[in-house]
Every structure is written in C-alpha cells, then in structure tokens.
C-alpha cells in the first residue's frame, strides 16, 4: 500500500529479490502521480472487507502498509483485513518532525483545532496539508490563505485565498523565498515527517513564522511497526526467508 516516497523506493528494493512478487496499491487520489517500478495496480479497494477480498483473492501473504503517517482510513483496513486472514501487517512509518532551537510550533490535535488556532495567530496564512482537509478552513472568513496542494482542492473553500499548485521537494531558498513573498504570518501543515517536504520548517524557523502542526493519527493495535525503509526490507525478508531463499538453482 504506497503513496510515499518510501513505498517507492520499498518497491524498488523489493523487485531486485529473486522470488518475490510484489504488487504496489495506489489510491488514485494524484491526477499524475509517480508510479513504483513493478506491478501496480490504483483505485480503493471498497472498504475492509474489500481488501480482505482482494487480498485473499491475489494469495497475498504479506502486507506492507507504506500509505502516509495521516493515511488512517487506510492503514485501519489494512490492521482489519490483515487480522481477518491471519496476515503479518507491516506498518512504514516514518519518524515525525522533531523542533530545533528557534522553532515556534504549536501542536494540535487535529485539522479543525489547527483552522481556529491558525486564524488566532494571524492574517496571512500558508496551508500545506494537502486538498483533502482543507474544508475545515472554509468557515473562516477573515484570513487570507495560500493553499498548496499537487492537485486542486475539490472542497469548500475560505472566500479569501489563492491556489498554488506544486509538487515537491522543495528547497528551503524557495520556501523562503515563498513565505517573504507572500508576507505568510502562519503555516499550517501535518507532521508528516521526511525530508521531502521539511524545507518549509527551516524556511518558517529562520523567518520568525509560527508553524500550527497537526498530530499524527495513532496506529491500530497489531502492526509490525517500522520507520525504514532498510527496517522494513528487514522485516520482510524474515518472513519471506524460507520460500525467498528456496532450494539452489541446479546448473
Ligand atoms: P485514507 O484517508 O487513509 O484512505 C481513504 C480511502 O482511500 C481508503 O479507504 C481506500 O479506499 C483508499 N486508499 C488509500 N490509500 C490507498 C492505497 N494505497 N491503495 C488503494 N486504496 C487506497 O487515505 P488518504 O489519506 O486519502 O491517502 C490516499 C493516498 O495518498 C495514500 O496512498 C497515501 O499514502 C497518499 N498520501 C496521503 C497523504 C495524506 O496526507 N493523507 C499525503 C501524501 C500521500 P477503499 O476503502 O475503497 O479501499
């Protein structure tokens, strides 16, 4: 289950084991996104129990969950379906942000406590947390937003913004130059984790702006957890070890 840079690059790693078949699960929700090297397939599986269907259906015996750390839907199929049928869940979470000296952050549990705690600090705010929640902002009519999102927003909208269509990584002279450009007075975004998209913290710590940063949902009971790539290539190999290793090739 993909839809990180990790999941890529998992993809990668794994298609260079002799024995292994991989197939690589995309939501679909990017109009272009980049596709792992291998098989792919893209769409929703129709809830839980759809997986558990699909899962069954292709004889997968092990799981990787490698969706992004706010991917909570997902990820709860993925612990549903994988005890269902008895299968390992491995979970690919990526360490989250940790602050440095001179970052003003204000965690917050969620994205509407970051929509009211935003609109406290300032007028002129930046939200990098992707199309999907940004309705929550639309009740507010005061502030100005910059939005910034790989594919446009399909929600309600605040009446006072601008969109900014951009994919990352982005570099931390860009970000800067961003937040000058548009006097941003606040930032919003997930704590996501990685070094794609972190240039805009330093940006925001060497510029003096207050960075609302939402919490990462927890994850289910049951998962095999793991922060890595490499700790998930780990992983797998031990549970595929026997039937990836095999009897020696003859000749
Ligand atoms: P979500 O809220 O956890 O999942 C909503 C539904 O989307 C799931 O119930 C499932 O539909 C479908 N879905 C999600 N990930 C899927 C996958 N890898 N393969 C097939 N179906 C998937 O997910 P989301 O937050 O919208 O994220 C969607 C995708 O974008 C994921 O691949 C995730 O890694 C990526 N992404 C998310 C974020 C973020 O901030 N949330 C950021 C970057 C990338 P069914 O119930 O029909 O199976």
Redesign the pocket.
């Known amino acids: 289950?993909?839809?990180?840079g990790e999941?890529r690059e998992l993809a990668h790693v794994l298609s260079g084991e002799r024995g292994l078949e991989v197939v690589s699960?995309?939501?679909?929700?990017?109009a272009d996104p980049v596709r792992p090297g291998g098989t792919v397939r893209i769409?929703?599986?129709?809830?839980a129990d759809?997986?558990r269907e699909w899962l069954a259906g292709n004889r997968i015996e092990l799981v990787i969950d490698a969706?992004?750390p706010?991917?909570?839907?997902?990820?709860a199929?993925a612990a549903r379906a994988g005890a269902a049928l008895g299968l390992p869940v491995i979970r690919l979470n990526r360490p989250g942000w940790t602050a440095e000296p001179g970052d003003n952050w204000i965690r917050v549990p969620d994205m509407a406590t970051a929509a009211q705690t935003s609109a406290e600090l300032g007028e002129r705010i930046l939200l990098t947390i992707?199309r999907?929640g940004v309705g929550v902002f639309a009740g507010y009519t005061r502030p100005w937003y910059l939005i910034r999102a790989i594919d446009p927003p399909e929600s309600a909208l605040p009446p006072r913004h601008e969109i900014l269509l951009a994919r990352g990584p982005f570099t931390v002279a860009a970000e800067t130059a961003l937040l000058d450009r548009h006097r941003i007075e606040v930032l919003v975004t997930?704590d996501?984790g990685g070094d794609a998209t972190a240039a805009k913290l330093a940006a925001a710590r060497s510029a003096g702006v207050p960075v609302v940063l939402v919490d990462r949902p927890p994850v289910p009971p049951g998962l095999i957890e793991v922060a890595t790539v490499a700790a998930a290539h780990e992983r797998i190999l031990e549970y595929v070890a026997p039937r990836h290793i095999g009897p020696p090739e003859s000749g």
């Open positions: 289950m993909g839809g990180t999941a699960s995309l939501a679909g929700r990017v769409g929703g599986f129709g809830g759809g997986l969706t992004h706010f991917a909570a839907t997902m990820t199929h992707g999907q997930k996501s």
